[in-house]
């Protein structure tokens, strides 16, 4: 009978798809083969005419784990789902369905992740929590939380809470996205918290901003805002975000590498000083990730050939500058299996930073 853990979170975001991945590539050094299912998924892609969770696809690509894709991804939440849910219920047996899943991708397995959605009461909407689920696999629980001292204990013991009704064991904590300036003492004083709680900790990660940085591929996806000119490569990082509301003097002294500017696209002036500074004519040494022209106002015809020469990648929107700009900072940005530098980090990350000999000794 294959092993199992079931890995949780206190909230969205703390990195549930990144730990999983990154035990994954750790526990293949121990077990022969691994499976991977996500019972409830809330981003989806179709894929071989499924509705499939999108982090089932990442860790099937990654690695080439041979389950069929629907059995990883049994339920995929679209949009609207839970207000038809709740007016009119289902036909269908989702119970049957998580389950049957599960066992056809364990049977052929040595140890089973499973990927839980959220915090532990999501899902409870259809019965389905978290907390349920895990019951329901018969799995312990891997949580994961993020941040300090206090809140990821508060967080945890919250979870812990809705675990403990029904039933279900923390197998072990781990702490995630920790400062590393404060690592040291973060960890020591966060491992000591939860241990007086009677917790088993795995390990604490520190933060890596690496991660949390999107391409301007990603925020044309997942804004899906339309392309302007493609420029030379839509895969640059985007480590900083300027609003071009200011005089180009001041602008340029705010600018550094890497950087996505936002502007209206009647501020020619803006975009003349943005294409010299690509070309190296300004402020050498910095280099646009990209521009988003904002507003629904398309620069004047110089202007517009002055960018398809710089080659910057440039995307065009009719929303507003300031709205734009909080779709931007408030995207979450999602690990795809062509990011090999972030997936490698986080592989070295999971070795060094969590005792991978206590995850396995806690496997049922």
């Not at 397995?109 to 499973?114: M, Y």
């Not at 390990?203 to 890596?208: D, H, M, R, S, V």
Request: hydrophobic share 40%; charged share 30%; net charge positive.
């Amino acid at each position: 009978m294959a092993k199992k853990i079931f890995v949780a979170a206190t909230m969205q975001n703390d990195g549930k798809t990144t730990v999983s991945l990154g035990l994954i590539a750790a526990l293949k050094k121990r077990f022969d083969k691994i499976g991977f299912i996500k019972p409830i998924g809330q981003r989806y892609l179709v894929e071989q005419g499924y509705k499939v969770d999108e982090d089932s696809v990442l860790i099937e690509e990654v690695f080439g784990i041979k389950c069929n894709i629907k059995d990883m991804s049994p339920i995929a939440i679209e949009r609207g789902f839970t207000e038809r849910f709740i007016e009119k219920g289902s036909d269908n047996d989702y119970t049957r369905q998580i389950t049957e899943a599960y066992g056809r991708v364990a049977k052929n397995n040595d140890l089973v992740i499973i990927e839980g959605t959220g915090h532990a009461g999501v899902g409870s909407v259809l019965d389905l929590s978290n907390a349920v689920v895990a019951k329901l696999l018969g799995a312990d629980v891997l949580l994961i939380s993020s941040g300090g001292v206090g809140k990821p204990i508060d967080e945890i013991m919250l979870n812990k809470a809705l675990f403990d009704k029904e039933g279900v064991k923390i197998a072990g904590v781990v702490i995630n996205k920790v400062l590393p300036e404060k690592y040291e003492r973060i960890s020591k004083l966060v491992v000591k918290g939860l241990e007086q709680k009677k917790l088993n900790v795995f390990g604490a990660l520190p933060y890596q901003k690496i991660l949390d940085i999107p391409t301007m591929r990603e925020i044309r996806e997942e804004l899906k805002i339309h392309v302007l000119y493609e420029g030379d490569s839509f895969d640059k990082p985007v480590e900083n975000v300027l609003i071009g509301a200011m005089n180009v003097r001041d602008a340029i002294k705010f600018l550094s590498n890497n950087t996505l500017m936002i502007i209206p696209g009647d501020r020619d002036e803006m975009i003349e000083a943005a294409c010299k500074v690509q070309s190296g004519r300004m402020k050498k040494g910095c280099r646009f990730s990209g521009l988003i022209i904002s507003g629904g106002l398309m620069p004047k015809r110089g202007s517009m050939s002055r960018l398809k020469k710089s080659k910057i990648p440039v995307l065009t929107t009719k929303e507003d500058t300031y709205k734009i700009a909080s779709r931007v900072h408030s995207m979450i940005v999602k690990l795809k299996p062509q990011d090999a530098e972030k997936i490698k980090i986080i592989v070295d990350m999971v070795e060094k930073y969590i005792d991978i000999d206590k995850v396995v000794d806690s496997l049922k």
